[in-house]
């Protein structure tokens, strides 16, 4: 509590103030408004003092007493008469004097015991502008030197929700900065879980608690992603897999080709019950089947097929092999004639359904060569041949 002076709160209707402090002179008194010095003020007793008009609402009023100090209240000389009013007044005026040194340091801006200046919750005025990096900054400075214009209208447009979320949330956000790193060089002291993107390689790593890894070579369980959401390959998006809900899908939109690579016994293409659907194997066989069963399959002269084969039309550029039971038929591509095996048959339906077998066939065929020949006997003459009914 201060031994030299008494704050008020001004209400805008109190013109008289307690004086609850001693004093020696009235000259002594003085009274102050939020710091601006009154005159004109009163005693209307000892221990009161009467401003002519009331201080406004929320002003400090200050009654403070200022000890004359130009000067000792007493001055004694040799042989004169020691009074007690002579040493009390000279007492008085130290003791006075000594009472607003303490209130003056107590008032004052001190070193506090943990070496840090305390203002007592009290605004520092009269500071001049900083000069070195770690002077005090003031109001003035900051607002009108340090920030330009157009930095205090983004500070005044901030949203406050915004800014107060922010700050709830700073923990988070300081977690998140010691846990996530982007730099070209490996971070110093990580722990396990820390991400780090590498800029000089362009590639996201992870701290498994002893190095840093690729993201791809720490996958262990399953990628998951959404219906539409896609893995995408190639700087240019080259490759896409994905599924949209119905169908799933492998989108080659690169420049090159789509390969499939097998060392191992080759590609398989199975159902989700295991039936085989097609299988490649290298250096041999691509093999499609039909309910699991084997049809078709390439082979080094051509193709096998395994049951009918139905088609609405067909060419065969080569000799042609016709299995039978027993006997075969060959179409013979160089001498452009179909061979019959011995016993073969052949069935032609006029009407009436005629049975040749090839020695019907060979004895056919000599018929047909002597008349051949005869023919070509009679034209070769100045007689004609005439076959019919009609000369």
Same mark, same amino acid.
């Given at each position: ?133 770690q002077d005090a900054v003031t109001k003035d400075y900051l607002e009108n030197t340090w920030l330009t214009t157009s930095d205090k209208a983004q500070l005044n447009s901030l949203n406050l929700t915004n800014l107060n979320t922010v700050a709830t949330n700073i923990v988070d956000v300081n977690s998140f900065a010691n846990t996530y790193f982007i730099s070209g060089s490996t971070p110093s ?78 590609? /398989? &293409? ?5 039936? +085989?659907? !097609?299988?490649? %194997?290298?250096? *041999?066989?691509? #093999? ?13 002269? /051509? &193709? ?5 084969? +139905?088609? !609405?039309?067909? %060419?065969?550029? *080569?000799?042609? #092999? ?70």
């Open positions: 509590m201060p031994n030299s002076y008494k704050d008020y709160t001004g209400n805008g209707s109190t013109t008289t103030f307690s004086i609850t402090f001693d004093y020696q002179k009235q000259s002594e008194i003085s009274v102050t408004v939020d710091g601006v010095a009154q005159s004109g003020f009163t005693f209307p007793s000892s221990t009161q003092v009467q401003l002519s008009s009331a201080p406004a609402a929320s002003t400090q009023v200050r009654i403070k007493r200022t000890t004359d100090l130009t000067s000792r209240e007493v001055d004694f000389t040799s042989g004169s008469v020691l009074t007690e009013e002579d040493l009390d007044n000279s007492n008085i005026q130290v003791f006075h004097a000594v009472q607003e040194a303490v209130d003056t340091t107590s008032d004052s801006i001190a070193l506090d015991d943990d070496d840090k200046f305390d203002a007592k919750s009290k605004i520092v005025k009269n500071v001049a502008n900083p000069t070195s990096a002291s990580p722990t396990a879980g820390d991400i780090w993107y590498d800029t000089s390689t362009n590639t996201v790593k992870i701290y498994n608690g002893s190095s840093f890894l690729p993201l791809g070579q720490l996958i262990g369980g399953s990628l998951k992603l959404a219906d539409n959401e896609q893995a995408i390959f190639g700087a240019s998006e080259d490759l896409k897999i994905y599924h949209d809900g119905n169908h799933s899908f492998i989108l080659d939109q690169g420049t090159g080709y789509l390969y499939l690579f097998s060392d191992g016994p080759g590609v /398989g &293409i199975m159902s989700s019950t295991s039936e +085989t659907m !097609a299988l490649f %194997t290298p250096n *041999g066989a691509a #093999t499609l089947y039909y309910d699991n069963s084997a049809k078709i399959a390439t082979t080094a002269a /051509g &193709i096998d097929v395994t049951g009918t084969v +139905t088609d !609405a039309g067909a %060419t065969h550029d *080569g000799d042609v #092999t016709f299995t039978g039971a027993n006997y075969n038929a060959v179409w013979d591509k160089s001498e452009d004639r179909l061979v019959f095996a011995d016993n073969a048959k052949v069935d032609l339906a006029l009407g009436t359904t005629y049975r040749f077998t090839t020695m019907a066939i060979t004895v056919i065929s000599e018929i047909l060569d002597k008349a051949t020949y005869l023919f070509r006997r009679l034209t070769t003459t100045t007689c004609n041949l005439l076959m019919g009914t009609t000369p």
